[in-house]
């Protein structure tokens, strides 16, 4: 398969949240999927499917029964998340988890811009680090190239949100993992994060996942939309099919699958 | 007036003292500002900095290796306590109280007694400032340019790719994780800079006091920890030169303050207590405040 050699390749996810209690939970029941190198994919799907857990499985966050991750034809299934962070990077949905808040702006960049590579008792901010980072804040247009020797607790949810999307991606990354990452943000700047996400993906070309509750932003973007439900993956549609999609469609093509299960069940 | 004379009299002492304890605020700010993990090994690595180094001095070692070895062995015992952490999931501050229990028969065999005195021996302070050790104002001064030292040090470390790694994975290490940083061998190797800090501290005190003793380990996490907290209240901790600074700053004031109660006539045996009362006033009085505003 030369497409799963060069872009990502997701088999058989599963996992069991406490198993052989009576709170036993299959959060995941064989996910798969594969991603080729530049797709934008979209993954929707009602609260509780397993959409967060299969970004936390993919990053190495959080282990898994079974399954295989690899990227660019590299298992790294049993890599831990630091290590599997050397190819691929996250924005959470909360925007205080993504950086650092007692560190700069500008070291926290740092601190990315050396993602996967061995650090050492070089400086961590050259001035050539610090022309970079600015030509890389210029494009959100927040203003944050100005203010990159202020502590990042300084900033607003929507602020700390964009500085992570670009650290996730300073390094192009093979793969960017976003899980519902405009979801706490107050409509202005969740519209601002967005904008920055499609310009940054856009212009890298980077193999992105991206959850979303939004159903718009399911249909308007992306090259792929996948939907899950009860930890796996029902619905997959490519650019072509999804081009014809409305909202009210999707709903509906939702149903259709839930039923056509319970109905098999 | 007699008050006043007699703390007039003890501010160069308490300003000597004060630098001696530096060292260990700044070994207790680490992990506790820029870990984020509270640890308490301070307690037992002191004293292991103060044993090693008296006993090398005793058995006729130079200072430059007795306190050498002295701040490697306290490196080892924050590497000790980490790991305790990180493998078995207890907390830092449980592992911590493990290793310095430990440490306390440790110590006593390191210096194969309880005690070792160094009257008779070369130390830091006669083999630089003469064979009285120095008037305390010129033993301040010594002690001074070994923390600018120090603090130049860390300064310098904390700003290396390393450094930011470190003050990454204390800020949050789920973002560490994100970022490539092994969160474990970060948490490591703060923990051993702060033995490291605590074990120089001991080392300086027994030469100092020209005494070592497994006990003088005792309240010094909380003398540490007032420190940091008065110097933060002093400086601030917004930039991380004031964060670093604290600590010392802190540490010279809070002897300040013992030599204001020792003048007022309160014993050394009272000083544990006020200590303790002081640090809890520190802590406590942000959330009485927060409590008082959201009532009015
Ligand atoms: N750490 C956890 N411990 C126990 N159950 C979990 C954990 N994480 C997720 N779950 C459960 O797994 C299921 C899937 O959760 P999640 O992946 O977060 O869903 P979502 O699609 O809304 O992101 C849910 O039922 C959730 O309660
Ligand atoms: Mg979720």
Redesign the interface.
């Known amino acids: 398969m030369p497409e799963t050699q060069a872009g990502v390749h997701v088999a058989g996810l599963r996992k069991t949240f406490f198993p052989g209690t009576v709170q036993e939970k299959t959060a995941l029941n064989g996910v798969s999927f594969d991603l080729a190198p530049g797709e934008f994919a979209i993954v929707i799907g009602s609260n509780g499917a397993g959409k967060s857990t299969t970004l936390n499985a993919i ?1 190495g ?1 959080l282990p898994l029964d079974a399954g295989t991750v690899a990227i660019k034809g590299r298992d790294v299934t049993k890599q ?4 599997r ?2 190819v691929m ?2 924005v ?1 949905q909360d925007p205080m ?7 700069t702006i500008e ?2 960049l ?3 811009a ?4 061995t ?7 050259k001035k050539a680090d610090r022309d970079r980072f600015r030509a890389a804040l210029e494009v959100l247009g927040l203003g944050l190239e100005n203010r990159m020797q202020d ?1 990042v607790s300084l900033l607003s949810g929507g602020q700390r949100q964009s500085l992570t999307l670009i ?1 996730a991606t300073i390094n192009a990354p093979d793969l960017l993992l976003l899980d519902e990452h405009t979801a706490a943000l107050d409509p202005r700047a969740a519209e601002l994060v967005v904008n920055a996400t499609l310009k940054t993906v856009g212009r890298q070309n980077i193999t992105t996942l991206m959850i979303t509750h939004n159903m718009e932003q399911a249909i308007a973007h992306g090259d792929r939309l996948l939907m899950m439900h009860e930890g796996q993956v029902i619905l997959d549609l490519d650019r072509a099919e999804k081009a014809k999609l409305t909202s009210a469609d999707l709903v509906s093509r939702f149903h259709d699958v839930v039923s056509d299960r319970m109905l098999l069940n | 007036m007699d008050i006043l004379a007699t703390y007039w009299n003890l501010i160069p002492v308490s300003l000597a003292q004060g630098a001696v304890y530096a060292f260990v605020a700044l070994g207790v700010m680490i992990p506790f500002r820029l870990l984020n993990l509270p640890d308490l090994t301070a307690e037992g690595s002191f004293p292991l900095g103060a044993a090693v180094c008296a006993a090398m001095l005793a058995a006729g070692f130079g200072i430059a290796p007795a306190m050498l070895f002295a701040v490697l062995a306290g490196a080892l015992a924050g590497v000790v306590t980490a790991v305790i952490h990180l493998t078995f999931k207890v907390t830092s501050l449980l592992a911590g109280i493990i290793v310095l229990t430990m440490l306390f028969s440790v110590n006593i065999r390191v210096m194969g007694k309880p005690n070792t005195a160094l009257f008779s021996y070369e130390t830091l302070f006669t083999a630089m400032l003469g064979s009285d050790g120095g008037s305390p104002l010129t033993q301040f001064a010594l002690l001074a340019v070994l923390l600018a030292l120090v603090c130049g040090t860390l300064y310098w ?1 904390l ?7 470190m ?2 994975v ?3 290490q ?10 474990s061998k970060y948490v490591i190797a703060g923990l051993a800079m702060a033995g490291c800090l605590a074990a120089l501290g001991g080392a300086t005190m027994a030469q100092y006091q020209s005494y070592a003793d497994v006990n003088m380990g005792v309240g010094v996490l909380v003398i540490g920890l007032a420190g940091t907290i008065l110097g933060e209240a002093i400086l601030g901790r ?1 930039k991380l030169l004031r964060q670093i600074l604290a600590p010392i700053v802190g540490s010279l004031f809070y002897f300040q303050f013992v030599a204001m109660a020792l003048s007022l006539g309160f014993k050394p045996s009272d000083l544990k207590l006020l200590t303790g009362l002081f640090v809890l006033c520190a802590l406590g009085f942000p959330i009485l405040r927060s409590r008082w505003r959201s009532r009015v």
């Open positions: 990053s966050e831990p998340a630091f290590k962070a050397g990077s996250r959470f988890l993504g950086t650092a808040a007692s560190l070291e926290n740092s601190i990315s050396r993602r996967g590579a650090r050492s008792f070089r400086s961590g901010l502590q650290m | 470390f700003h290396t790719e390393l450094g930011l790694a003050r990454a204390g800020s949050n789920l973002m560490g994780r994100a970022q490539g940083l092994s969160t917004d």
